[in-house]
């Protein structure tokens, strides 16, 4: 069965986007009871955070200079050429144990250059396909596709909403976050009705992130109303526009150990898989996979 | 020494057994629809070892059935997600205790899990289903969004949010107890002596509510 994409994004920066999808690709391919999906992660943002982070400086480098990465894609697509996808995709991790697997399709900072060619600009040009197209050869390799999409309406975004099956949009608990998804509503819908109703992918569900616990009050008062006036949004979007947004649990807590993994360049599963935070990017992760299996009939039948 | 030796293998064996008790419940109440009945009856066998284990592990002779936990899982923890202080509050006072034990937080799943086992070993399938009922009034959208929504709260705290500060002090008195309460509570604020200061701050925050919420 060819794999379930999902895009990670907001057009808000630091709402740990790269956290999101680093972590629940990692539970989705390693965890010993609800893993052993073949995983890929593409990186689509130009910063580079999932390459960096999940292959090291050194590999980053490496694919950088020999331009194995989701560049090469694009760059092939300008030459109407066809992408070798093989020799693109690394391996990061895999599990004896899950029988899962962790591919990483590199990202480039070169792709901030692709907005000045005016090929990939025009619409009837298609540029926003390179990405679907690319991954139509490799689709039926992976059970999950995870797009880390930067934070801006760009060319690769777009590329993302036309590959993608859904967007699933990382929010942390303050306005400005929640102004990010309602741009991302807007534009959503105008993208939409540019390229065809049912040509881009569904704006799914919500991820809450960086939620503080009790040990504050001021910052629990805090968080506590800006996740009132998500579900406040939430339900106009739904009535006023017609986009039924999911908010998945549980909620996953501000931590240093996210920030201590990334220092050593590991996934939370492999740093530290009993840490509360790993538990809650497990239950989150199962949350996810449950409703898209309940969006998507076709995947417990093939299952 | 050696006692405290025994002692605290004793309850680093009692930990590990909790945590597989867990981890098979976890597996079989995600996958189950999922899963061959191989695998479903090899897991339910395997939880079965493990409670039995359990119990004959348990010191002060906790009793607590595979099926009564099975049975309040599910509730105990969505009542958690969704309100967490006032479980907490519950379960202290069924337990009665004046606060959480030293390392039991009530924000984190393996702890609440942990209070579920206490509890129900302590006061029955019943209470633990009836506590894990408690909800506050006019709770929707849990099961559209998977998220709590008070509309009725929300409602009220638009409405405030585009009066003016001195009209809203001097209505106050006249809105329904419980609505005020709602709306506290979604906002942050606990709401427990409503003196000028709370008031203000109850329109501030439903001044921002209404900015923030307008689309």
């Known amino acids: 069965m060819p794999a379930q994409i999902l895009a990670f994004l907001n057009f808000k920066g630091g709402v740990a986007k790269t956290t999101d999808t680093v972590n629940i690709g990692a539970v989705m391919a390693l965890h010993p009871q609800i893993g052993g999906k073949r995983v890929l992660i593409v990186d689509l943002d130009p910063q580079c955070n999932s390459t960096l982070w999940l292959v090291g400086r050194e590999v980053y480098r490496w694919v950088q200079e020999r331009d194995q990465t989701v560049h090469e894609i694009f760059r092939r697509s300008l030459k109407k050429l066809k992408p070798d996808m093989a020799s693109i995709i690394h391996p990061v991790d ?4 899950s029988g899962g697997r962790l591919d990483l399709l590199p ?14 600009l025009d619409d009837n040009a298609l540029g926003h396909l390179v990405l679907t197209k690319a991954l139509e050869t490799i689709k039926n390799q992976y059970d999950y596709i995870l797009l880390d999409c930067p934070p801006s309406w760009s060319i690769l975004t777009r590329n993302a909403l036309r590959a993608a099956h859904h967007v699933l949009i990382p929010y942390t608990p303050d306005y400005l976050a929640l102004e990010g998804i309602l741009w991302m509503r807007q534009l959503h819908e105008e993208f939409s009705q540019r390229v065809g109703i049912g ?11 960086r939620v503080r616990n009790a040990a504050n009050h001021q910052y629990v008062n805090a968080h506590q ?34 920030a201590e993994a990334v220092n050593y360049q590991e996934h939370l599963l492999n740093k530290d898989m009993n840490h509360p935070v790993t538990r809650q990017f497990t239950a989150l992760t199962q949350d996810i996979m449950m409703h898209l299996r309940i969006l998507n009939p076709r995947m417990i039948e093939a299952a | 020494m050696a006692v405290q030796h025994q002692e605290v293998t004793d309850s680093l064996k009692l930990q590990k057994l909790i945590a597989r008790l867990r981890e098979a419940a976890d597996t079989l109440e995600a996958d189950e629809p999922l899963l061959d009945s191989s695998k479903v009856n090899a897991l339910n066998a395997q939880m079965e070892v493990l409670v039995n284990r359990l119990n004959q592990s348990e010191k002060e002779a906790l009793t ?26 519950s379960v202290l006072f069924a337990l009665g205790l004046n606060a959480l034990p030293k390392g039991i937080s009530k924000d984190t799943m393996s702890d609440r899990l942990h209070l579920l086992s206490v509890l129900l070993a302590a006061r029955g399938l019943d209470t633990v289903l009836e506590l894990s009922k408690a909800q ?11 998220i709590a929504i008070d509309r009725k709260a929300n409602q009220a705290l638009l409405l405030w949010g585009q009066m003016p500060q001195d009209e809203f002090l001097q209505k106050m008195t006249t809105f329904d107890e419980q609505t005020i309460r709602c709306s506290a509570k979604a906002v942050g604020l606990s709401g427990a002596k409503w003196n000028t200061t709370a008031r203000r701050e109850l329109h501030r925050r439903a001044v921002r509510f209404a900015r923030n919420t307008m689309l």
């Open chain 1, 94 to 97: 895999k599990s004896e144990l």
């Open chain 1, 107 to 120: 990202g480039s900072f070169s792709c901030l250059k692709l907005e000045e060619d005016p090929k990939m």
């Open chain 1, 199 to 209: 040509n881009i992918a569904r704006l799914t569900g919500v991820i809450v992130n």
């Open chain 1, 225 to 258: 109303q800006a996740i009132t006036e998500l579900g406040q949004v939430i339900e106009q979007l739904h009535q006023k526009h017609g986009y039924r947004l999911h908010v998945f649990q549980p909620h996953i807590a501000e931590t240093s150990a996210v």
């Open chain 2, 64 to 89: 607590v059935s595979k099926s009564d936990y099975l049975r309040a899982r599910g509730p105990w923890l969505e009542a958690w997600n969704f309100n967490a202080a006032q479980m907490e509050r």
């Open chain 2, 136 to 146: 506050p009034i006019a709770t929707l959208g849990y099961q559209d969004y998977g």
